[in-house]
């Protein structure tokens, strides 16, 4: 039976034709990458809470349409509750959905610059290594 072989580095470099040196520019390129990928998963989970906080607020103007005029709403400021008219407690909703709408499109448009960085950095260390490096995420 015959043993399949692992190439070694100097193998591998003769099969892809030639062996590439890191130069510094190419470890400033790796780690600035290194870098945005870790910027990108921290503005994908704000993103995701975001959304979530938004959703949560359309929940509950939902159900604030189907309360009487004359109550009070508990509403919540800090770690306390307040009981507020029921259109004051509307009228807060819909500003604090706006600033959280804002804050949603700033992250996304954060993320749009961040991965735009992120696919010039991959075509260039790609062009520059190929198969010899692994920036898939």
């Keep these: 039976m015959i043993q399949p072989r692992m190439l070694s580095r100097a193998d591998e470099a003769t099969a892809t034709g030639e062996e590439n040196e890191v130069r510094r520019e190419d ?68 500003i604090a959905t706006a600033q959280i709408d804002a804050d949603v499109s700033k992250l996304e448009d954060s993320l749009s610059e961040l991965r735009d960085e992120l696919q010039q950095l991959k075509v260039s260390l790609y062009a520059r290594f190929g198969r010899s490096i692994n920036l898939e995420t």
Excluded at 33 to 56: C, G, I, N, P, W
């Design 27 to 94: 470890q400033e390129k790796i780690n600035r990458f290194s870098r945005l990928h870790q910027r990108e998963t921290v503005l994908e989970d704000q993103l995701k809470a975001k959304l979530k906080d938004k959703e949560d607020l359309e929940e509950v103007s939902t159900e604030l349409e189907l309360a009487d005029e004359d109550d009070l709403v508990p509403y919540k400021i800090g770690d306390a509750f307040f009981q507020l008219p029921l259109t004051d407690a509307q009228s807060m909703l819909e």
